[in-house]
């Protein structure tokens, strides 16, 4: 329960504003005899986020339409603060529409044109580094002929023509040894060393031998008869002796010994064997004197890709000096050994006539033994291109073996047998003779021509009748680093500014930051009828050399070097000026777009529509009406110019309010009508603070300007105001006529008059525009009630103390009675409504607790206090009372009397709170 009493003493501090930011004593300790005073909090609220630049432009252009395609389409909104205003510190701000315009200085309207933005968009500049071009060495291994596999097939060893091996069938005797010559007819060689591997040796009949076995050795012998391997087993109709060779050194001529123990079998049977000898599973470890056509085997393949890193817009490149080479030596130790090879190349690299590279065009004249290649080709004239991935070099090497003397071939021991040569390639390109790159990829193609027309700007097709061009192209400057006899050229047709389809042109040769010559520019005086010419066009091509018409975004560049980085660029503009311009004057309104319909959604409903919302009273704008709201009307033109001194606006000039459908609303006296003759004013430019319009804040004085109509249409929004969607609507109906002489239906205006008086202004057009002050000062036709729970987020209908249920007070009432009282004070700083002139009048605020037993009145429904400060005394007696109530609801008002009131620049509303209380004893209401 103490915490509900805590509660009270806390929001009762809130109890008429209850947001925030807060500050709540974390505990209170009470003291006998005792007054405490203590901050409770604040609250501020800026409103200017309801009425600022951004609603009240939103408001104005929201369904902002013209008559006429001429109408400019939009308000611009200022804060209006002028310098020489400081007594009426009202907000205010100013908005500005045109609403017409007619061109002067006709070069400043073509240089704006969409056209000449697009050609000024063309200008460049692009960076080309040519790539290194070498490979400075590329391995790769090719393999050797299997010397294990051609001595295992293509051997033959022969035994004496008349060879009979017969062993008798039944004699269970000794063999008596004998031996058998044999000789390694094929392939020629003087001696072979193995690793490892078998002389394989087959024994075998085709007779019946009736059981008969043989116990048998055989014996593989030098020809000097010492032994070199032998091997046992038994033969029967056939027998296989596997004789070890590892580590042993065979010579063609060698000889076999066969003995053994003959047991079992037939009598008189002699069984006639036959033998045959093979080499098995060897790894040869030399050979020596070879002499062999290595046939198919000895043909190796070649199939090598070099690859030359180039960016992406490289395409190709003609060789000015390079060479490519290919370089394999036998192994270390072998002699007799040479090649044929027969080797292309294909790829990206070829000849100058786009064909390949053949074995003809290798300079072989170092390719001797120990090298079975040593070639080189001379790239001079040849093509290398990104078209294919790689150069790919291919072909066959043919190993041969020296017929007379014979090779001597050495093999490793941890191989197969498939022993590599390594080939190394080398390419290298020093210099180039030309490089073709792809502008496309270089960001640059769709720079490098453009063809448009477009039509004249309506304000130049409406109102001008011809013009009188002295200077129209194109002007800027150009870069071009590359090596003389790179030139590239521009052309520039404009049917429009030179009154031919002729093409100007220029060759940019070598140089930095060189101007365009004139010939891109027509200085000859050109009078074009607008009538005739509605169209300005523009072509523009620049040519780079190597195009062609299959690829047309090519370039190729000459004489360039390798590493080197070389630029081109173009930087373009328009360039126009004019002798005179010819205006038509005096020409029928709807010829000339003089009449037009502006309508806004500028009125009281929508200017208070958030701010009314905010406090609760969607009727708020009914209860106000606008003190003032001056409206100027302007018809400028440039000042000084005598040819303008008598021009004048005659026609019909409206201001109404509409309603949704666009009607009139009452009759002349919702309105204001100007009928006659309108004078043209100089204009005088807006300044701002800070002299920037980035800044948003106008500082000058509009009510001193001249203008050519000026007058209040407050009156007129006011009468309206009860009209939904009411609209405010400009309305003219206007042609140009000269005062003195009426006939007159055009004015020449020559450049060097306007010349003259352009310095001393911006103004370069004849031109209608608008500007409306819109203060916030208004008039309070009856008395205004807000809402100050809503605007602080209140439910009105939930008790303040948050409770859900009444509250039993038993428990804390004995804390309560050492309160004697409490009083909750606030001051206010108070920017927001403020009363002119009337000191009587003051914001009023009304806190009514919906009570009627409390001990004063002061807080029942007639109780009020003054808005800037005042008190909220709370005895014991009604805090008991208070805290009895449920739900606890209290009303929070501002009232708003009748009178004449003004938000004040950069509107606000700050108050703080203080509580104060008086006791007698002494207890800790909360807090540990």
Not at 119 to 147: A, K, N
Not at 202 to 223: Q, R
Request: charged residues 25%.
């Amino acid at each position: 329960m103490k915490k509900i009493f805590n509660s009270f003493i806390v929001i009762c501090s809130l109890i008429f504003l209850s947001c925030g930011d807060y500050q709540i004593p974390q505990s209170v300790s009470i003291k006998t005899d005792a007054d405490y005073n203590f901050s409770v909090g604040s609250i501020e609220q800026d409103l200017s986020s309801f009425l600022n630049i951004k609603t009240i432009s939103e408001k104005l252009n929201s369904s902002l339409s013209g008559g006429t395609e001429n109408a400019f389409s939009s308000f611009s909104v200022y804060d209006y603060r002028p310098t020489t205003d400081d007594t009426n510190p009202s907000q205010k701000f100013l908005a500005e529409v045109k609403l017409q315009e007619i061109p002067v200085d006709i070069s400043e309207y073509l240089s704006n044109m969409d056209i000449s933005t697009a050609l000024t968009e063309q200008s460049f500049e692009q960076e080309f580094t040519i790539p290194s071009l070498s490979v400075d060495s590329l391995s790769s291994d090719i393999d050797l002929p299997d010397f294990n596999e051609i001595i295992s097939s293509s051997a033959e060893i022969g035994l004496p023509p008349d060879l009979k091996i017969i062993i008798p069938g039944n004699s269970n005797k000794e063999i008596e040894p004998f031996p058998i010559d044999i000789n390694v007819t094929s392939p020629e060689f003087s001696s072979i060393s193995f690793y490892k591997g078998n002389l394989q040796v087959s024994i075998i009949t085709d007779e019946e031998v009736y059981g008969s076995t043989v116990d048998a050795k055989l014996e593989l012998l030098d020809s000097d008869g010492n032994l070199v391997s032998q091997a046992s087993n038994t033969i029967t109709n056939q027998a296989t002796f596997l004789l070890p060779i590892a580590g042993k050194t065979l010579k063609p001529n060698m000889k076999l010994k066969l003995s053994g123990k003959q047991s079992g079998g037939k009598d008189l049977n002699f069984p006639e064997y036959k033998i045959r000898c093979i080499f098995s599973a060897i790894k040869i470890k030399e050979i020596i004197g070879l002499k062999m056509d290595l046939g198919e085997q000895g043909n190796l393949a070649v199939d090598q890709k070099v690859y030359i890193g180039t960016d992406d817009t490289f395409v190709s490149c003609v060789i000015g000096k390079g060479s490519l080479s290919a370089i394999a030596k036998i192994p270390d130790r072998w002699t007799g050994v040479s090649s044929d090879s027969d080797l292309r190349i294909e790829g990206a690299l070829k000849k100058s006539d786009g064909s390949a590279i053949t074995e003809s065009d290798f300079d072989k004249s170092q390719e001797n033994p120990p090298y079975i290649l040593n070639r080189t080709l001379n790239l001079q004239g040849h093509t290398f291109s990104k078209e294919s991935e790689a150069i790919n070099v291919k072909g066959t090497v043919k190993i041969k073996l020296d017929d007379v003397n014979g090779a001597n071939i050495y093999l490793e021991q941890d191989t197969t047998g498939l022993n590599k040569i390594k080939v190394d390639t080398k390419c290298l390109i020093t210099e180039i003779q030309n490089i073709t790159i792809d502008t496309a990829k270089a960001g640059i193609q769709d720079k490098l021509s453009f063809k448009d027309e477009q039509p004249l700007p309506p304000e130049i097709a409406t109102y001008v009748d011809n013009v009188i061009l002295t200077k129209a192209g194109i002007e800027g400057s150009y870069t071009n680093t590359l090596p003389k006899g790179n030139e590239f050229s521009v052309e520039f047709i404009s049917n429009f500014l030179f009154s031919s389809a002729e093409p100007k042109s220029q060759v940019f040769e070598h140089g930095k930051n060189l101007h365009l010559n004139e010939s891109l520019v027509n200085t000859n005086e050109n009078t074009i009828k607008i009538s005739e010419s509605s169209k300005v066009d523009y072509a523009f091509n620049v040519k780079l050399p190597g195009a062609t018409k299959e690829h047309p975004e090519y370039a190729q560049f000459k004489n360039v070097k390798i590493g080197e980085t070389y630029k081109i660029a173009i930087n373009i503009k328009p360039v126009f000026d004019w002798k005179s311009i010819t205006i038509k004057i005096n020409t029928a309104a709807s010829e000339m777009h003089l009449n037009q319909k502006i309508e806004t959604d500028f009125n009281l409903s929508a200017m208070f529509k958030d701010i009314s919302s905010s406090f609760g009273d969607d009727d708020f704008f009914k209860k106000i009406e606008l003190t003032q709201m001056p409206l100027y009307l302007y018809f400028s033109c440039p000042s000084q110019l005598d040819v303008l001194k008598n021009i004048k606006y005659k026609g019909i000039l409206k201001f109404v309010c509409g309603d949704e459908n666009l009607y009139v609303v009452g009759d002349k006296e919702n309105g204001i009508e100007k009928d006659g003759t309108l004078q043209f004013i100089t204009n005088q430019p807006l300044e701002f603070k800070d002299s920037s319009e980035e800044s948003q804040i106008v500082t000058s004085n509009i009510s001193n300007f001249p203008s050519s109509y000026s007058g209040d249409v407050a009156d007129m929004i006011n009468k309206t105001k009860d009209v939904e969607n009411s609209k405010l609507i400009i309305e003219y109906c206007l042609r140009i006529s000269d005062s003195k002489n009426e006939e007159k239906d055009k004015i020449t205006i020559s450049k060097s008059d306007f010349d003259q008086i352009k310095a001393d202004t911006s103004t370069s057009t004849i031109s209608i525009f608008a500007r409306i002050i819109i203060p916030l000062e208004m008039k309070i036709t009856e008395q205004i009630d807000l809402n100050i729970n809503k605007l602080a987020n209140l439910n009105e209908d939930t008790d303040i103390f948050n409770r859900t249920e009444a509250p039993d007070l038993s428990e804390i009432m004995k804390y309560a009675q050492i309160v004697e009282s409490m009083s909750v004070s606030y001051n206010s700083e108070n920017k927001f409504f403020n009363y002119q002139n009337d000191s009587s009048k003051s914001l009023q605020f009304i806190f009514n607790t919906g009570m009627t037993n409390l001990t004063t009145n002061v807080y029942g429904e007639k109780g009020d206090l003054n808005l800037k400060n005042g008190t909220i005394k709370i005895v014991y007696e009604d805090i008991k009372k208070i805290l009895e109530q449920y739900p606890f609801t209290p009303k929070m008002t501002v009232r708003l009397p009748e009178g004449n009131v003004y938000l004040p620049q950069d509107p606000s509303i700050k108050i703080n709170c203080n509580i104060g209380l008086s006791t007698n004893g002494t207890v800790k209401l909360f807090g540990e």
